[in-house]
């Protein structure tokens, strides 16, 4: 009997646990604010500093640690210390965290597992360690720390059949969960203090920081950024930029940046899903100009990942089918532009037409994508090497336009490109390229500014 109610309980009562919104409470408790509408979403421990300060990071690591530690000792009431239960019980615990919580639960595996097993843990977190100096990357650093603990703890069991595979699929579960959720900020070795984070940014090595020079993956950072790297790369005119992959702590890239007035940033989205070549989510999220510190960097990072969860936003995804993933920030310097515009390889009204359609005004990019300015129209028919349209951009800038927004729609096998240029008075940059998602003669300049 006393089986049957050792089992109701971890299938039962343990996810429970592990969905219970501690952080959540606590944070609201001491700050009046709760973490899942700010930042990222997240609720889990690096959160918890980041948005409530250290008292209610300390708060947050004693809640989830306790949990791990509860649900193992209430198994031992019904169970031998030391039984495959008590991997099962940690199992449903972190099904709950997932499920209730979106988060790895992480916290909770690691203090349940020290009660455990410590052995285990101590020799997996010693060689763990190690890995991470061999391949200075959290993503892997993270799966060969749980393939290392299934394998300990299979050796230390390696006679019990039901215990091997209990231990294996914790880990699985953890490693799948960590794919879903890309980085969970539920991670005790980035949040207990700064010593521990100063490490693990050793750690982590140059690859802490990821910059448009990179080869970049668009499902890590989002099309924006991984479009603008691989252009960068091909020697197309970028402006140098940085990026903040989704749940990664901002902190680093801050303090290695340096901006003033004369050197301005702009703080904008990459959201994964974003730019495709059969979504764009226009205009849903916050783009920051002229940041000249790193107090207005950081309040605009924040800003920028806030504006993923808007009403705005989440209503843009659900109606168009867009799954809710995640958002990557792209922090790169401002161009003072004299002209500015945006440009179309294909006219959007017109699919048969082989113009390329661009607007423009003096000034920065902001004007025309505002919305705000009716900017002035051209199109150029690069076959017959012709502008039609006058105004204040000189004819040479619009000619260059045209003919580098061909070149972009060529490279990318042809797909009609939608760009976002600026020209400082000496040289044409390139801010922003993506495909035309929709050809039907909808187009407005409301899509532009989108």
């Known amino acids: 009997m006393t089986e049957i109610w050792g089992s109701l309980f971890i299938f039962l009562v343990c996810p429970i646990i592990g969905g219970l919104p501690l952080i959540d409470w606590i944070n609201y408790l001491v700050t009046g604010r709760k973490l899942s509408q700010l930042g990222t979403g997240n609720i889990g ?20 640690a306790a949990k791990g530690i509860i649900v193992i000792f209430l198994t031992r009431l019904f169970f031998p210390t030391g039984s495959t239960w008590e991997l099962l019980a940690l199992i449903a615990l972190v099904v709950g ?21 410590f052995v285990a843990v101590f020799l997996t977190s010693i060689i763990s360690g190690i890995s991470f100096t061999i391949f200075r990357e959290k993503s892997t650093g993270r799966l060969v ?6 394998l300990i703890l299979t050796l230390r069991r390696p006679h019990d059949s039901g215990y091997i595979i209990s231990a294996i699929a914790l880990a699985c579960l953890l490693g799948a969960i960590f794919q879903k959720i890309a980085d969970d900020l539920d991670l005790p070795e980035a949040s207990v203090n ?6 693990f940014r050793f750690f982590r090595g140059d690859r802490s920081i990821q910059t448009l020079d990179d080869n970049l993956a668009s499902s890590k950072v989002g099309q924006k950024a991984a479009t603008l790297a ?13 990026i903040l992959p989704p749940g990664d702590d901002p902190q680093p890239l801050i303090e290695s940046l340096n901006p003033d007035i004369n050197h301005p940033l702009v703080v ?11 979504a764009s989510s226009a205009g849903q999220y916050t783009t920051i100009l002229n940041v000249i510190n790193r107090e207005n960097l950081a309040a605009a990072i924040l800003s920028c990942q806030t504006s993923y969860n808007s009403p705005n936003a989440v209503n843009y995804r659900l109606d168009r089918g867009q799954e809710n993933t995640a958002m990557a920030v792209l922090i790169q310097e401002q161009i003072r532009g004299v002209f500015s515009g945006v440009a179309f390889s294909r006219d959007p009204i017109n699919p048969l037409s082989l113009d390329v359609v661009i607007e423009a ?19 150029v028919n690069l076959e017959e090497n012709i502008i039609i349209g006058a105004g204040d951009i000189p004819p040479a800038i619009i000619q260059q336009v045209a003919n580098l927004c061909r070149q972009l729609e ?12 600026t020209h400082d008075g000496r040289k044409l940059w390139l801010l922003q390229c993506r495909p035309i998602t929709n050809l039907q003669p909808i187009w407005t300049r409301k899509i532009a500014a989108e």
């Open 194 to 199: 700064n010593e521990s984070k100063t490490m």
């Open 268 to 278: 904008r989205s990459s959201a994964i899903g974003e730019d495709s070549e059969t």
């Open 145 to 150: 720390g749980l393939f290392l603990l299934a």
């Open 410 to 421: 060529t490279l990318d096998h042809g797909i009609p490109q939608d760009i976002e240029w």
């Open 45 to 64: 421990v690096t959160a918890a500093f980041y948005h409530g300060g250290k008292l209610v990071g300390i708060l947050a690591v004693i809640s989830e």
């Open 361 to 379: 005004l003096p000034g920065d990019a902001t004007r025309v994508v505002s919305g705000r300015v009716t900017p002035e129209s051209y199109r």
């Open 230 to 242: 691989d252009l960068k790369r091909a020697g197309y005119p970028i402006p140098r930029g940085w």
């Open 97 to 117: 965290r997932y499920w209730l919580g979106k988060g790895a639960g992480t916290t909770n595996v690691f203090w349940g597992l020290i009660v455990h097993d």
